[in-house]
């Protein structure tokens, strides 16, 4: 059976881990490396790490720690952050990631998810939505340039709308990241995971919202996602991974089990 | 002496991660397009990512078909590696293309119904106890996938999974092995299998 992962997310900021509440306020959480590291021996299934300044202020991902990161991580990894091009893209391909997410470049240029589709394939593209419940009009809107308080942006796409178009262009896996939640520990969206999940063919990992053990379980089991993503809870200590999996193995959730060397 | 292990450069984007996975068992690694480099080799990686057509056109352009099919020492292909050693593929726009032809068998795309394309993440691999690429991995051990297309089943698969239907994991004739998972990405799991590759 194909197992439901687990994904710390790893906000970068100038080589540091940091974590913002509501994309705000970002405190510093630690080296990246030692971290990934942790998490990766703890059971992480998977890990993703965002340079959230880098869309925002123009730059390009710092691409040094990536290649620091594949030297030690023995599973997948996922880098997003201002890669706006398929050269780009391909030198952090090449120094050892496994897939590029892109999110506010894909906003400016859908094209690009097209392009990346053709030169490296459906699997390695995953695509970030930034995605706000607005009260007064009802819809889930989805935003750019979220990195930067001062610079975000409401784009015109409506998230529903955003999804299916990027599945067509050639999109792998989406990672949906509920503004509204993020950083405040109060469960995942469900409601909008669930209708995230009808339109979406490719795998779907939920984002912002985790608090506690029953968050995971009730996005698995409601919500039908494939992987779920969270920061803070993991960063400060709140879930340690393997009790999480291993309540979730309980709640009938399907997670990996270590692997045991059996003696020949 | 160290052996010789080269990884033959197809212009894919994952041979930074095989090489490295390799490397942390403390193997020795060339990764080249040179045919001489290749054959003197006592152990070869065919890595892949990316679509069958475009990496049988960068391995033709290379001129590394031929000396591919020749090597007699044992050749591991991974994920789209191994869907190359098979002999044609349907993963193209024009219908299907021609592979390396080592192992019979070609590659489709997933009939998953319900579930969801690609088949991505953490699965269940039931192997063959007695094949030596497994040796020491116990039956169902967990390992990390990314593909939309597969192999099916045949006399030549010595481990299968299963994603609404089974498909081959790995395959294996004469000195030709391939993994449809990414063992470089599997953990644990992964280093024991890469490590087993080493000791042929």
Known sequence: ?264 | MQQKVVIINTGCANISSVRIALERLGSSVLVTDDANLIQRADKVLLPGVGSAGAAMRSIGQKDLIHTVQQLSQPVLGVCLGMQLMVEHSHESKTGSVACLNLIPGEVVRMQVNEQRLPHMGWNTVSTAASNALFQGIPDKTYFYFVHSFCVQLSSFTVACCEYARPFSAALMKDNFYGVQFHPERSGEAGAQLLRNFLTL
């Open chain 1, 1 to 264: 059976m194909l197992a439901k992962r687990i994904i710390p997310c790893l906000d970068v900021r100038d080589g540091k881990v940091v974590k913002g509440v509501q994309f705000r306020n970002h405190e510093i959480m630690g080296d990246i490396v030692p971290l990934a590291e942790l998490y990766a021996s703890a059971g992480a299934d998977e890990l993703v790490f965002y340079d959230i300044t880098a869309s925002s202020d123009a730059r390009t991902v710092d691409k040094s720690w990536v290649s620091r990161i594949a030297e030690v991580i023995d599973i997948p990894f996922c880098v997003a952050g201002g890669i706006k091009s398929v050269q780009e893209a391909g030198h952090i391909l090449a120094m050892g990631a496994d897939k590029i997410s892109i999110n506010s470049p894909a906003l400016t240029n859908p094209e690009l998810i097209n392009q990346l589709h053709d030169e490296f394939g459906q699997q390695c593209i995953v695509i970030g939505i930034d995605s706000f419940f607005n009260e007064n009009t009802q819809k889930y809107e989805v935003y750019k340039f979220t990195g930067d308080a001062t610079r975000t942006q409401q784009t015109h796409w409506h998230t529903l709308e955003w999804v299916q178009e990027v599945q067509l262009r050639g999109a792998g896996e989406i990672v949906l990241n509920c503004m509204n939640q993020d950083g405040v520990r109060q469960g995942y969206d469900i409601t909008q995971l669930k209708a995230v999940r009808k339109v979406c063919a490719v795998p779907l990992i939920a984002s912002g919202g985790a608090g506690n053990v029953s968050h995971f379980e009730e996005v698995f089991n409601q919500a039908d996602v494939d992987g779920a993503l969270a920061a803070s809870v993991f960063h400060k200590d709140i879930i340690q991974i393997s009790e999480l999996k291993q309540a979730l193995a309980e709640a009938g959730v399907v997670m990996r089990t270590p692997y045991i060397k059996t003696e020949s």
